[in-house]
């Protein structure tokens, strides 16, 4: 059964590093994020000794925002009856685990620094579960690689996206996601790391990059954006993620369906622009109808059109008809 391929469009409220280190924060977004309508809301697990060199210069802002293990587990089983929607991002080996121990989640999400742990990669085989694959930074070859790898057992989406805090309109290049989608014969995701303070493009670019075929549409959630706090800068607040996944779930009535036929709207407006036929002059009743006793003008209600004149040449008239 596919997770992913449900649907016209996918949207994941992605909390990342927004709770600060707290559970109270994280429930409290997670309620949030649930509530805007999001397909799935996606949570990212670490260990910082795991992650990161002590030397990095990140190391301590990322220990502060750690969250321990029994922690996640408590928390995770308090919203277990959300297993549908919930996608967890594992970063090193140590979290995939304590993930597969769990086993309440509907997917999980690779990311970058994990495609080349071989460990990683066959315990997530293993698991069998569909996969969002983050491919950004990341040279053709080691995707082909990788989408071998995976492709025979499980769902598996390409997740294309960059953040550079935020990412440059520029830096966007989002025919790479045409590109994949000729590509590979698999989903294609987008994750946005567009400026949110930039109130147009970060809501309208990923519609265009669901046009380009992105499936699967990722973006950031955070309590308040206008505290600058972790992970702001590509993120929306609640409300304006709820009006995110509106637009989606519009665009799809604005988008309609791959065929060509005429709904009530089309044939209002063939009433008021198209031209059809009239009495050119008065026609008596019992005449015989020719060619130029018509005349064709907009009447506002769908008559008779030029290429269906031959239904009415020669035939008897059952009434006097006015001109026009």
């Given at each position: 059964m596919k997770y992913f391929g449900q649907k016209d469009h996918f949207i994941i409220a992605e909390i990342a590093s927004s709770h600060d280190g707290k559970i109270s924060k994280l429930k409290k977004l997670t309620n949030f994020s649930i509530n805007t309508g999001a397909d799935a809301v996606k949570f990212q697990i670490f260990k910082a000794n795991k992650l990161l060199s002590t030397s990095n210069p990140l190391y301590n802002e990322f220990k502060k925002i750690e969250i321990n293990y029994a922690e996640w587990k408590k928390f995770f089983l308090s919203y277990k009856k959300y297993k549908k929607k919930i996608i967890v991002?594992?970063?090193?080996?140590?979290?995939?685990?304590?993930?597969?121990?769990?086993?309440?989640?509907?997917?999980?999400?690779?990311?970058?620094?994990?495609?080349?742990?071989?460990?990683?990669?066959?315990?997530?085989?293993?698991?069998?579960?569909?996969?969002?694959?983050?491919?950004?930074a990341t040279e053709i070859k080691e995707i082909q690689n990788i989408y071998k790898f995976f492709n025979k057992k499980n769902e598996i989406v390409l997740m294309y996206g960059i953040q550079n805090f935020p990412t440059k309109l520029s830096d966007l290049n989002l025919n790479k996601i045409s590109f994949l989608k000729e590509k590979f014969k698999c989903l294609i995701g987008y994750a946005d790391h567009t400026d949110s303070d930039d109130t147009f493009y970060s809501k309208y670019i990923p519609l265009l990059a669901h046009s380009l075929g992105a499936n699967i549409i990722e973006k950031h959630i955070t309590i308040n954006r206008h505290l600058k706090g972790r992970d702001y800068y590509s993120a929306f607040n609640p409300d304006e993620f709820r009006d995110f996944v509106n637009i989606f779930n519009y665009k799809k009535k604005i988008f309609g369906k791959k065929i060509w036929t005429l709904n009530k709207a089309d044939k209002k407006y063939a009433a008021f622009t198209k031209k059809y036929a009239v009495a050119k002059k008065s026609i008596k009743k019992d005449k015989k109808i020719k060619r130029s006793d018509i005349d064709f003008k907009r009447t506002n209600i769908i008559g008779i059109e030029n290429k269906k004149i031959n239904l009415i040449l020669n035939k008897k008239t059952k009434k006097n008809f006015k001109t026009d």
């Amino acid at each position: 059964m596919k997770y992913f391929g449900q649907k016209d469009h996918f949207i994941i409220a992605e909390i990342a590093s927004s709770h600060d280190g707290k559970i109270s924060k994280l429930k409290k977004l997670t309620n949030f994020s649930i509530n805007t309508g999001a397909d799935a809301v996606k949570f990212q697990i670490f260990k910082a000794n795991k992650l990161l060199s002590t030397s990095n210069p990140l190391y301590n802002e990322f220990k502060k925002i750690e969250i321990n293990y029994a922690e996640w587990k408590k928390f995770f089983l308090s919203y277990k009856k959300y297993k549908k929607k919930i996608i967890v991002e594992p970063f090193d080996f140590d979290s995939l685990e304590l993930c597969n121990s769990l086993n309440i989640f509907s997917a999980i999400k690779v990311p970058v620094s994990c495609l080349d742990d071989k460990n990683y990669l066959f315990l997530l085989k293993k698991m069998n579960k569909p996969i969002i694959i983050s491919i950004a930074a990341t040279e053709i070859k080691e995707i082909q690689n990788i989408y071998k790898f995976f492709n025979k057992k499980n769902e598996i989406v390409l997740m294309y996206g960059i953040q550079n805090f935020p990412t440059k309109l520029s830096d966007l290049n989002l025919n790479k996601i045409s590109f994949l989608k000729e590509k590979f014969k698999c989903l294609i995701g987008y994750a946005d790391h567009t400026d949110s303070d930039d109130t147009f493009y970060s809501k309208y670019i990923p519609l265009l990059a669901h046009s380009l075929g992105a499936n699967i549409i990722e973006k950031h959630i955070t309590i308040n954006r206008h505290l600058k706090g972790r992970d702001y800068y590509s993120a929306f607040n609640p409300d304006e993620f709820r009006d995110f996944v509106n637009i989606f779930n519009y665009k799809k009535k604005i988008f309609g369906k791959k065929i060509w036929t005429l709904n009530k709207a089309d044939k209002k407006y063939a009433a008021f622009t198209k031209k059809y036929a009239v009495a050119k002059k008065s026609i008596k009743k019992d005449k015989k109808i020719k060619r130029s006793d018509i005349d064709f003008k907009r009447t506002n209600i769908i008559g008779i059109e030029n290429k269906k004149i031959n239904l009415i040449l020669n035939k008897k008239t059952k009434k006097n008809f006015k001109t026009d």
